[in-house]
């Protein structure tokens, strides 16, 4: 008798009866280009909308009538910080980014990375160059941001230094790699010096590559950081990438998640106490608040108002 072989399936005659979300299935593995050699782009996801309901369920099973609306659930659950039902999705994506916006991104702590290693592979000439209306100056007001954008002939010269530095650095890479060395204008060759200490003439520019993993509760969290006006913008554009996902993913949690967290303020005790008096038409004083003048500031801009 002939033995039966076990067809592979193909993965289009596979139906499955997990949750799936058909806007993020069409984008599964296509690169969304960043900055100038970058990218993102989505490998796997688990879970969606309904699987954040169907956890929930169980700690408050059927609920009442208001409850077992899915939208009203997720808001619910995002506005009163019950968070764990968020963990029960997470979501993979491969990233291209320049090693100082991977630093930043690295201070995430609660998510899986792997990353290309510099010590068993040769990096690629890939280096990121800030367009011209990115080279802004030193920010007066904020110690960690940019301000105006350079003036134009002085950004253009800017630019042109990184160019020439990135590609003079990686030619050194490459001699150091190879045993080629320039002494007073003559090569002098020798053995090659290993990946893991060559790469340490490459600057901060240059283009690393991981892949990472984080649970939808977590994910948030970064993009409440790092999609805000505050983060650099270099991280801030992979950011604003990633909320786009969000939205296809997962499209109640992420509409409240714009309400929630990245659309909303926090008040303190005492800035409730200036709001309510200020509803209640009050004098307000200033000192009459336990308040810094940065979050007196911030509490006026935020709401539009003038504090005597
Ligand atoms: C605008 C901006 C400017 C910044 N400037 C600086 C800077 O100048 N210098 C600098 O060093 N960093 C800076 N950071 C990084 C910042 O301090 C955080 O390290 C980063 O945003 C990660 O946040 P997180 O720890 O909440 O995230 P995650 O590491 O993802 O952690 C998420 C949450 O898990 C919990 N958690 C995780 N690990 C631990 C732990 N070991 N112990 C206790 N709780 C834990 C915390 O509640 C935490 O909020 C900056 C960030 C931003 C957005």
């Not at 009442?64 to 659930?73: A, F, N, P, V, Y």
Request: aromatic share 12%; charged share 30%; proline share 3%.
């Amino acid at each position: 008798m002939k033995k039966k072989v076990t067809k592979v399936p193909k993965f289009k005659d596979f139906k499955t009866t997990r949750a799936t979300s058909s806007a993020l299935e069409k984008i599964l593995y296509k690169q969304i280009p960043i900055l100038d050699h970058g990218f993102i782009r989505v490998i796997d996801y688990m879970g969606t909308d309904q699987s954040i309901v169907q956890a929930a369920r169980v700690s408050y099973g059927e609920g009442t009538k208001k409850l077992r609306e899915d939208r009203g659930l997720i808001r619910y659950l995002l506005s009163h910080w019950h968070t764990t039902p968020f963990e029960m999705c997470e979501i993979k994506f491969h990233i291209k980014l320049p090693i100082f916006v991977a630093r930043q991104w690295i201070r995430h702590r609660t998510a899986n990375v792997n990353e290309y290693s510099a010590r068993y592979s040769v990096l690629d000439k890939e280096f990121y160059v800030p367009e011209m209306d990115q080279l802004g100056s030193q920010s007066t007001t904020n110690k960690q941001g940019r301000s105006n954008t350079l003036d134009k002939k002085f950004a253009k010269q800017a630019q042109d230094l990184i160019q020439k530095n990135s590609e003079q650095l990686y030619d050194d890479y490459q001699n150091l790699l190879n045993g080629k060395l320039l002494n007073n204008d003559e090569y002098v060759e020798g053995e090659g010096l290993a990946r893991e200490l060559a790469r340490t003439t490459l600057p901060l520019n240059y283009y690393t590559q991981w892949y990472w993993k984080v649970d939808l509760h977590n994910l948030m969290h970064f993009l409440r950081l790092r999609a805000d006006s505050h983060a650099q913008y270099e991280i801030q554009i992979y950011a604003e990438k990633m909320v786009e996902i969000l939205k296809k993913w997962v499209p109640l949690t992420y509409e409240a998640f714009e309400d929630y967290r990245s659309d909303s303020f926090q008040l303190s005790k005492e800035a409730m106490k200036i709001v309510k008096d200020k509803l209640a038409n009050k004098k307000i004083k200033k000192s009459n608040y336990k308040l810094s003048p940065r979050e007196l500031r911030e509490l006026e801009i935020k709401f539009n108002i003038k504090l005597s």
